[in-house]
């Protein structure tokens, strides 16, 4: 009996330590993680749309080198909503962190959460992070930590006609060497480097391509103006959205237009292309340390955009919508022993899943709080069944739910958008009334939480809506 329980859990170590199909050693996965900002997809999976030439080849190598989900989206469409539901695996509806404002303190779901990185180090990891990796909440968990700063904005400032704020673009007269995103990835380049004895988690961050654009001249270059391609905008694509989706972007819109109208479309989506580049350069020296390192084989590299970006697309020039551009994600994996190289999955997964992910690949166990599902049935077998849907939320009651077909969005009940992606990628036609879509649009509702399940929001500086109605009713 003794030699049969020994017998036993001899084979539960070997089955833990390598996955018989793969060959895939969990227990000694570091893992490196690059993210960048306000980053869409179209610089990868569809170039073409603004310009004829690969945007980004460090990035399109790493996706070449192992899987990109191409229906990848984020849990919240601005910096702090998303980054705080994927470090602390809490979804936007549980937390209440809706938006950049936010009373994070005030979250009892995140009060408890550990962050992906503490769990990492909890779990004998060295954990290592340079650049913008959150935004608002977080549970550290680092060994190491070099937060990112803004670079100086050049003297001239503002540069274009039209500039908002940080709604500028030129070239910076700052040396590349010196750029934040640089030492950033410099950093990540020395920690690989190391000598480590024990598994690391290294994260880099970029804070670019962020506005203000403002990069090297010889980014700008890479770009010639009139190789330049501007999206397609529909004048009218507003007639058949709710008001409070035309609300969204009522406020965006002036700045949109100012970029229109002074013809310097063009020229916006060139800084734009221009910053994408410097930050793909970034990252690729990265990739490329790891490659010279010795890790590459044991080492799992994911890359993310913490949400996509509008170039004009729906009057907006920014992110913040429950549309396309706002809400899908940059979201690519390689696992050594595990994933393929070169697979485009089309399955709709969320940044929600990264956190059960990472730590279901590395053999760590899952807090029992942490939403979204472990991808590593995709990874093993990107043909394999999955229950394909992500869902992204703007505030405590507007959500919306991608498949791989349609993309169906509540604002309240009334006010609701349905876009079949099979013949409509640029959402401009809302079938939400058309009676050929109805068992869709039941089934899809059906899916999203109802609104009195949704935590309320919390506005900084605002009082609680408990405390708000007490007031009233004195
Ligand atoms: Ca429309």
Redesign the pocket.
């Known amino acids: 009996m003794k030699q049969f329980t020994k017998f036993l859990s001899a084979i539960t170590v070997l089955a833990t330590i390598f996955s018989a199909s793969t060959g895939y050693a969990k227990e000694k996965m570091n893992v490196l993680l690059l993210i960048a900002d306000d980053l869409n997809t179209w610089a990868l999976d569809n170039p073409g749309r603004y310009s004829s030439k690969i945007i980004a080849p460090n990035l399109d190598k790493l996706g070449q080198s192992g899987i990109v989900f191409q229906n990848a989206y984020c849990a919240s469409p601005y910096c702090v909503p998303s980054r705080t539901s994927m470090w602390s695996g809490v979804s936007p509806h549980k937390s209440g962190v809706y938006h950049n404002q936010t009373k994070i303190a005030a979250s009892e779901p995140l009060k408890s959460a550990v962050s992906l990185f503490k769990t990492f180090k909890n779990a004998g990891y060295y954990t290592a992070g340079y650049g913008k990796i959150s935004h608002g909440w977080m549970d550290d968990g680092f060994d190491e930590k070099v937060s990112h700063k803004r670079d100086p904005r050049p003297a001239c400032v503002p540069v274009q006609s039209v500039a908002r704020g940080e709604q500028d673009w030129g070239i910076i007269t700052l040396p590349e060497s010196e750029m934040n995103d640089t030492q950033s990835a410099n950093r990540a380049i020395a920690a690989l480097g190391n000598k480590h004895d024990k598994p690391f988690f290294i994260v880099c961050g970029t804070f670019n391509p962020h506005m203000a654009w403002f990069v090297p001249q010889k980014y700008y270059d890479m770009f010639p103006l009139d190789e330049v391609i501007v999206p397609e905008l529909n004048p009218k ?5 709710p008001p409070l989706a035309d609300e969204i972007v009522t406020g965006k819109r002036k700045f949109t237009q100012s970029v229109l109208q002074a013809g310097l479309h063009k020229s916006a989506v060139q800084a734009y292309l221009a910053t994408t580049a410097y930050v793909d350069a970034q990252h690729g020296r990265v990739l490329d340390a790891l490659e010279k390192s010795g890790h590459k084989g044991n080492t799992i590299v994911i890359f993310i955009s913490d949400h996509g970006f509008h170039l004009g697309e729906k009057d907006n020039w920014q992110k913040g919508t429950l549309w396309e551009e706002a809400t899908n994600s940059m979201f690519m994996i390689r696992v050594p022993g595990m994933t393929k190289a070169g697979v485009k999955s089309k399955s709709c997964v969320s940044l929600q899943d990264i956190y059960p992910t990472l730590v279901d690949l590395c053999g760590i166990e899952k807090p029992a709080y942490v939403d979204g599902k472990s991808l590593t049935p995709i990874l093993q077998n990107p043909e394999s069944k999955w229950e394909s849907s992500a869902f992204s939320y703007l505030n405590n009651q507007y959500a919306s739910i991608r498949t791989e077909r349609f993309r169906y969005t509540r604002y309240k009940q009334g006010q609701t958008e349905l876009y079949d992606h099979s013949k409509d990628p640029n959402e ?3 079938q939400v009334n058309n009676p050929e879509y109805a068992s869709v649009v039941k089934e899809l509702e059906a899916r999203l939480p109802t609104i009195d399940k949704m935590a309320p929001q919390l506005v900084r500086g605002a009082r609680s809506s408990k405390a708000t109605k007490k007031k009233r009713r004195k």
């Open positions: 694509d507003f007639a058949d959205i401009w036609t809302n």
